[in-house]
């Protein structure tokens, strides 16, 4: 069975990270009484912290456990969650969205919605957006617990509530303060872990040569495994996705990727609390540089591990499922010292994405459903209560959605079909609403209603095999992507075109082309017009890497 | 110093145009501001971790055991890795430490200081 065995140096470095983060955030309450957003919010600090703070909070325990399976179970072809489903979005999203987000002066998604639909539609989305938070903070609480697992050897079932217990401490003592911290930290813990630790295992295969050597006399993937874009073609799929190239590209690289990159709450608020237009707009930009070398890190130890570790992701046990990729690795080459470094990265991590989702869903459930629709009016400290109480909730509920996610030996799959159910429709309604200034109240709310149903409907008929048979379960959310999205546009329209419109003033600055008076630009500062500062350049730089890198591993 | 002067990013003010707030904040009150604000920097939290972990991982590299030295496909992985940690800690503090995130003392405010500029007068 596998199992870390951290020695007490270990303890020791993991001790030492979690007093610092814990510390900062209660002695910078004590130092300073306002709120201490200042280094995230870019306003004083490079650009680069805001585009790393960007992909950190993306880097949770999907990412780097999950991503790791998909490297197991998919191969090279698991790149195209970054090169196809994450770096063009961003792209987009600093080059073409962040203008208008930053110019609107809109500070959340649901905000949006109310403003440019009606109650309804923020009521909708605001009640889907917190079934979404607490299953996806089910996953990390899984991926923490899994953690502890493997450390103590507990039972799963006992370190998802210990879990759960260290995440009510943290969020209570931490606060804000720390998480933000936590979150920048956590990043350089974790590359200071993984870079050492591919870099070894690529050594003990015998290098590149070696890894495609051992790919190709691996039967589970074979010559398959080594290309990102061979065998996609429609009906000759032969790729280990199982996908053809429709689902690849309009499926995850569009309605999958631009709708969590572009209407990602916690995503868009990092770009959003930059000083200027123009750092809003580099903060994704400077972010996909990164993002796009990160695989090199996470998907090929998974690739790695799938070749070195018997029985990966073959038997039903949970010390085999491809989730355990990295804390195989882990295992088998890293000792004391290096391992306490690793351990404190994954936990760090995983703390800080259940914190995240807790907090968003306190925020949404407390603000956007009881104080906009239940309980009107009531003065702060109700709302302070309130508040505590769905954090404890949410914790509570998350311990339940936890268990559902200890059922997926690859919880990449598990998110994907989350996403696919919740946030596809959502882009469909957000992109149509954004540019057709015909688009009504109505129409917005029955185009989510209608493509979270879509999607919905198409899981379940997929799980039952019937009517739809997708090849894997990752192609699967691909499809349910690409419906949602098309049922939700087509609803949009269809019942715009019986409804009535919103008067034109009511949608200036909501919708393209009804921009508000012009204003002037807000801490505009001379050396943006630096040519290396320049969007499009970043842009089309990374664009330019991203193609040549398709092209090396197509 | 008029609230014009400031260099932007004064943590606590939060909009973004402190040029039009009136902060009511003594010079005193503002450079504790500033003090706390490089004290909590990330750039010197990052740099004091890390520079902590190499001399954990480098010691060990050094008088650990032999299991440690050779688990990693015998590579000392503990003394590589501390010894890239402390380089990169060490970069980041004379980074934070040369370009702060606000100057401290008031005569090194305005211009040649560094990055930090006026903000455009209103």
Same mark, same amino acid.
């Given at each position: 069975?596998?199992?870390?065995?951290?020695?007490?140096?270990?303890?020791?470095?993991?001790?030492?990270?979690?007093?610092?983060?814990?510390?900062?955030?209660?002695?910078?309450?004590?130092?300073?009484?306002?709120?201490?957003?200042?280094?995230?919010?870019?306003?004083?600090?490079?650009?680069?912290? &805001?585009?790393?703070?960007?992909?950190?909070?993306?880097?949770?325990?999907?990412?780097?456990?999950?991503?790791?399976?998909?490297?197991?179970?998919?191969?090279?072809?698991?790149?195209?969650?970054?090169?196809?489903?994450? $770096?063009?979005?961003?792209?987009?999203?600093?080059?073409?969205?962040?203008?208008?987000?930053?110019?609107?002066?809109?500070?959340?998604?649901?905000?949006?919605?109310?403003?440019?639909?009606?109650?309804?539609?923020?009521?909708?989305?605001?009640? &889907?957006?917190?079934?979404?938070?607490?299953?996806?903070?089910?996953?990390?609480?899984?991926?923490?617990?899994?953690?502890?697992?493997?450390?103590?050897?507990?039972?799963?079932?006992?370190?998802?509530?210990?879990?759960?217990?260290?995440?009510?401490?943290?969020?209570?003592?931490?606060?804000?303060?720390?998480?933000?911290?936590?979150?920048?930290?956590?990043?350089?813990?974790?590359?200071?872990?993984?870079?050492?630790?591919?870099?070894?295992?690529?050594?003990?295969?015998?290098?590149?040569?070696?890894?495609?050597?051992?790919?190709?006399?691996?039967?589970?993937?074979?010559?398959?495994?080594?290309?990102?874009?061979?065998?996609?073609?429609?009906?000759?799929?032969?790729?280990?996705?199982?996908?053809?190239?429709?689902?690849?590209?309009?499926?995850?690289?569009?309605?999958?990727?631009?709708?969590?990159?572009?209407?990602?709450?916690?995503?868009?608020?990092?770009?959003?609390?930059?000083?200027?237009?123009?750092?809003?707009?580099?903060?994704?930009?400077?972010?996909?540089?990164?993002?796009?070398?990160?695989?090199?890190?996470?998907?090929?130890?998974?690739?790695?591990?799938?070749?070195?570790?018997?029985?990966?992701?073959?038997?039903?046990?949970?010390?085999?499922?491809?989730?355990?990729?990295?804390?195989?690795?882990?295992?088998?080459?890293?000792?004391?010292?290096?391992?306490?470094?690793?351990?404190?990265?994954?936990?760090?991590?995983?703390?800080?994405? $259940?914190?995240?989702?807790?907090?968003?869903?306190?925020?949404?459930?407390?603000?956007?459903?009881?104080?906009?629709? !239940?309980?009107?009016?009531?003065?702060?400290?109700?709302?302070?209560?309130?508040?505590?109480?769905?954090?404890?909730?949410?914790?509570?509920?998350?311990?339940?959605?936890?268990?559902?996610?200890?059922?997926?030996?690859?919880?990449?799959?598990?998110?994907?079909?989350?996403?696919?159910?919740?946030?596809?429709?959502? !882009?469909?309604?957000?992109?149509?609403?954004?540019?057709?200034?015909?688009?009504?109240?109505?129409?917005?709310? !029955?185009?989510?209603?209608?493509?979270?149903?879509?999607?919905?409907?198409?899981?379940?008929?997929?799980?039952?095999?019937?009517?739809?048979?997708?090849?894997?379960?990752?192609?699967?959310?691909?499809?349910?992507?690409?419906?949602?999205?098309?049922?939700?546009?087509?609803?949009?329209?269809?019942?715009?075109?019986?409804?009535?419109?919103?008067?034109?003033?009511?949608?200036?600055?909501?919708?393209?082309?009804?921009?508000?008076?012009?204003?002037?630009?807000?801490?505009?500062?001379?050396?943006?017009?630096?040519?290396?500062?320049?969007?499009?350049?970043?842009?089309?730089?990374?664009?330019?890497?991203?193609? $040549?890198?398709?092209?090396?591993?197509? | 110093?008029?609230?014009?002067?400031?260099?932007?990013?004064?943590?606590?003010?939060?909009?973004?145009?402190?040029?039009?707030?009136?902060?009511?904040?003594?010079?005193?009150?503002?450079?504790?501001?500033?003090?706390?604000?490089?004290?909590?920097?990330?750039?010197?939290?990052?740099?004091?971790?890390?520079?902590?972990?190499?001399?954990?991982?480098?010691?060990?590299?050094?008088?650990?055991?032999?299991?440690?030295?050779?688990?990693?496909?015998?590579?000392?992985?503990?003394?590589?890795?501390?010894?890239?940690?402390?380089?990169?800690?060490?970069?980041?503090?004379?980074?934070?430490?040369?370009?702060?995130?606000?100057?401290?003392?008031?005569?090194?405010?305005?211009?040649?200081?560094?990055?930090?500029?006026?903000?455009?007068?209103?």
């Amino acid at each position: 069975m596998l199992r870390l065995h951290p020695s007490t140096v270990d303890y020791v470095i993991l001790g030492i990270y979690f007093v610092v983060v814990l510390g900062i955030g209660f002695v910078a309450r004590l130092a300073i009484k306002t709120d201490l957003d200042f280094f995230l919010s870019g306003r004083s600090l490079p650009a680069w912290i &805001t585009g790393l703070a960007f992909i950190a909070a993306n880097l949770g325990a999907l990412e780097i456990l999950g991503q790791a399976a998909n490297g197991a179970q998919y191969g090279v072809a698991a790149v195209h969650y970054y090169w196809v489903g994450a $770096v063009p979005a961003m792209v987009f999203l600093g080059l073409v969205m962040m203008p208008f987000y930053y110019g609107a002066k809109v500070r959340s998604v649901p905000e949006y919605l109310r403003l440019r639909f009606n109650e309804a539609t923020h009521a909708f989305n605001a009640a &889907t957006f917190a079934i979404a938070t607490v299953l996806i903070s089910g996953v990390n609480l899984f991926a923490l617990a899994l953690i502890i697992h493997l450390m103590l050897g507990w039972s799963i079932i006992v370190a998802i509530l210990v879990a759960a217990a260290l995440v009510l401490i943290y969020i209570t003592l931490g606060g804000l303060t720390s998480a933000i911290y936590n979150e920048v930290l956590q990043f350089f813990v974790i590359v200071a872990a993984l870079l050492p630790l591919t870099l070894v295992a690529l050594h003990s295969v015998g290098g590149i040569h070696g890894v495609e050597r051992r790919v190709k006399a691996f039967k589970a993937l074979g010559e398959a495994g080594l290309h990102a874009w061979r065998g996609l073609g429609i009906h000759h799929v032969t790729n280990p996705l199982q996908s053809d190239w429709i689902g690849v590209v309009f499926g995850l690289g569009f309605v999958l990727s631009f709708g969590y990159w572009t209407t990602n709450f916690a995503e868009v608020q990092r770009a959003l609390s930059a000083r200027n237009m123009s750092a809003s707009r580099r903060t994704p930009l400077i972010g996909a540089y990164p993002k796009i070398f990160l695989p090199a890190i996470i998907i090929l130890p998974g690739l790695i591990a799938v070749l070195t570790v018997h029985g990966l992701g073959v038997g039903k046990s949970l010390a085999l499922q491809y989730n355990t990729a990295i804390p195989h690795l882990i295992g088998n080459f890293l000792p004391q010292g290096m391992l306490g470094i690793a351990v404190t990265g994954l936990l760090a991590a995983f703390m800080a994405g $259940v914190a995240a989702n807790v907090t968003s869903f306190n925020t949404v459930v407390t603000y956007d459903l009881i104080q906009a629709y !239940f309980a009107k009016d009531r003065d702060s400290a109700y709302y302070l209560r309130a508040g505590r109480i769905v954090t404890i909730v949410g914790v509570l509920i998350s311990i339940l959605t936890a268990l559902i996610a200890k059922g997926y030996s690859n919880i990449m799959n598990y998110i994907q079909t989350l996403f696919s159910i919740f946030n596809a429709p959502l !882009f469909a309604t957000f992109i149509i609403a954004m540019f057709w200034r015909r688009a009504t109240a109505w129409g917005g709310f !029955f185009s989510l209603v209608a493509g979270t149903a879509a999607a919905y409907a198409v899981n379940r008929l997929n799980a039952y095999h019937t009517i739809f048979h997708f090849g894997s379960a990752l192609s699967a959310s691909f499809w349910q992507a690409i419906i949602a999205f098309l049922a939700g546009g087509i609803v949009l329209i269809v019942v715009s075109l019986f409804t009535k419109p919103k008067p034109t003033e009511d949608l200036r600055g909501l919708v393209w082309g009804l921009t508000r008076a012009e204003e002037a630009e807000v801490n505009a500062d001379p050396r943006d017009k630096l040519w290396w500062r320049s969007p499009a350049l970043l842009g089309g730089g990374a664009i330019v890497i991203l193609v $040549v890198l398709n092209i090396i591993f197509a | 110093m008029s609230s014009t002067d400031k260099p932007f990013g004064v943590p606590g003010t939060g909009t973004g145009d402190e040029g039009l707030m009136p902060t009511g904040a003594t010079d005193e009150e503002e450079i504790a501001a500033a003090r706390a604000a490089n004290r909590f920097d990330i750039r010197r939290l990052i740099g004091g971790l890390f520079i902590l972990y190499g001399l954990i991982l480098v010691a060990l590299g050094i008088f650990g055991s032999h299991t440690v030295k050779n688990k990693a496909a015998g590579i000392n992985i503990d003394l590589w890795t501390g010894l890239g940690m402390l380089v990169f800690g060490a970069l980041m503090v004379f980074w934070a430490l040369s370009r702060p995130t606000m100057p401290e003392p008031p005569e090194t405010r305005g211009e040649g200081s560094g990055r930090i500029r006026r903000a455009p007068a209103t």
